[in-house]
């Protein structure tokens, strides 16, 4: 909860505050009329029961409830028995009920439902696909349909997804706007989108249904696009994945249906998992090997080596493989450094205690790039170069692609950054040593035997 307009301490200037909100509503009436009154028109109403004439506005804008993410009406009634007190016989009509009407509300909240989690998102689903519906009957033909958003949960943009087709909608664009403070109580303790995704619509249009691959082609094609785009505006993170949602259904929402390769429908949840190996894709650029290696790099491009919230992992932990407890399998390997409610990144001096670290016939390639680190780190140049000989990472592409993008990702006063700069500064050097030692192994003796 926070102090909002009613509510407001009249007697400080703090932010937030009575004068404070007062000084900014002004300034927004100086700019936005020019001068000039501009009549405005508020109604209390039902979203799926305007009082509007059928196609009589440009463009409808909604900022719809984000799904279980709080009981907007059960925090409201803390306010509203003693405003029904104070102010009720001014505003009769507002205040008719005891408490403040729930049944209506367009949330998923379980407890709206007996603790039943599948009878209230069908109820989310419903309730958004009417105010859909009506904002569409009241829009002009070629008008324009925007709703923010701010939710990470694959559940709640099923949910909006699901809403705007039912009413004849389809989503063509996202654009992530930074409106969040990094010091809000609730970026403080969780791992809360600091943009929220302003969601254009339009009518829906659908064509026939095409096949699954053309649909997932044109998918990783607008998502990488997409990625470089809110990448150039500075998104980083959850944020920068859940931006690229709207773009992948935009495709989606131009046909009919589509159809796996077994006949059956592509789901929603399918389409955003789609969106997330898209997006991991596009970031991790042309490095591609293990899933615990491109989580690696892909965590170090959106975050670096900086502390981030652990509830809010799991988005990035999941597009880094594809087994359900991925979270888990890439914690247990070391690759999180997990403290109370936060996580970062586990750079070389977190994980050289480990246990026969690059050792595996077949290691995940964080780990055979940790090992001669940790090898340059303790001087021991003949151990590295052997090592590299033996497993071939002389002249391994994806080996050296990984050093580099962790040299160009992360932060340059870390001891990590340093020993990943000399090792690829002494790359040439140490191709060299690997061949020399490879030719004196096979160099012919004595005893060699033949003519």
Known sequence: MRWDYPEANPFSGVTGGFLNQLDWIKAYLARESNGAAVPGCVSRVDGAALRLED??????????LYCDEAAYTDLSDFFYVWLKRA????????????????????????HR??????????????????DFAEARRLTKPNGLYSHVFAHQ?????????RSPFAAGLTIDATWPIEMEMA?????????????????????????????????RNEIEQIVQESVKLFWSYGFRGADLIVACYGPAVGVFGKYERVEKADGTPLGIPELLDLANQAARDAIAGEFRRDHLSTLYYVWANLYGAAEQAWDGARLVVQIGGAEENAMEVARGHGIFIVNGSKCRLALLEDRAGRRGLGI??????????????????????????????????????????????????????????KLVSALLGERPTLRAEGKRMAAADRKPTLFDGGG
């Open 183 to 215: 010091n809000r109580p609730r970026a403080q303790k969780s791992a809360g989108l600091r943009t929220s995704i302003t969601v254009i619509c339009h009518p829906r249009v659908v064509g026939s249904a095409p096949a699954f691959r053309q649909v």
């Open 87 to 110: 102010i009720g016989d001014l505003v009769l009509e507002a205040m008719a009920t005891p408490l403040t009407p729930k049944t209506d509300e367009a949330t998923a909240l379980k």
């Open 153 to 161: 949960e694959t559940q709640a943009w099923a949910a909006l997804i």
């Open 360 to 417: 595996d016939p077949t290691p995940p390639l964080i780990d055979a790039l940790h090992r001669p680190m940790l090898l340059w780190k303790e001087e021991k140049r003949g151990e590295l170069v052997a090592y590299l000989a033996e497993r071939d990472l002389l002249e391994d592409g994806p080996f050296w692609k990984l050093a580099q993008a962790l040299f160009e990702v992360l932060p340059r006063d870390l001891e990590y950054w």
């Open 113 to 130: 439902h007996g603790g039943d989690g599948a009878a209230a998102d069908p109820h989310l689903t419903d309730k958004l696909a009417q």
């Open 55 to 64: 196609g009589s506005v440009d463009t409808t804008v909604t900022d719809p």
